[in-house]
């Protein structure tokens, strides 16, 4: 069992940073894979990013390639979303997941869900 809390959302104007955190309960962290989805009002929900339980393995929906950036640190149980460059459209309440094995861009595959944080982003 895995409990995921997220942290660091916020409201930031157009062009500017954010960083989400993603707090994992557990002692084999590093066995899962996490993954960051988004949900818009009136959209589904969307993959964003993921990455493998060693870090070795990234992947990045093409909407926020060259502005976001995934990681984590196994040692702190804790994974990161760093986003630059931030437009109106990424606005979305934003998931951090967790799934056993290997990285997935489906919403199906993840096993573990946050709460979710809110990010807006204004124009």
């Known amino acids: 069992q895995v409990q995921l809390v997220e942290s660091g959302g916020g409201l930031v104007q157009a062009g500017g940073s954010l960083r989400l955190s993603c707090a994992a309960s557990?002692?084999?962290?590093?066995?899962?894979?996490m993954g960051w989805f988004r949900q818009a009002p009136g959209k589904e929900r969307e993959f964003v990013a993921t990455?493998?339980?060693?870090?070795?393995?990234?992947y990045y929906t093409e909407s926020v390639k060259g502005r976001f950036t995934i990681s984590r640190d196994n040692a702190k149980n804790t994974g990161y979303l760093q986003m630059n460059s931030l437009k109106p459209e990424d606005t979305a309440v934003y998931y951090c997941?967790?799934?056993?094995?290997?990285?997935?861009?489906?919403?199906?595959?993840?096993?573990?869900w946050g709460q979710g944080t809110q990010v807006t982003v204004s124009s």
């Open positions: 997941t967790a799934r056993p094995g290997g990285s997935s861009v489906r919403s199906y595959d993840y096993d573990y």
């Open positions: 557990g002692r084999t962290f590093s066995r899962y894979a």
């Open positions: 990455i493998s339980g060693s870090g070795g393995s990234i």
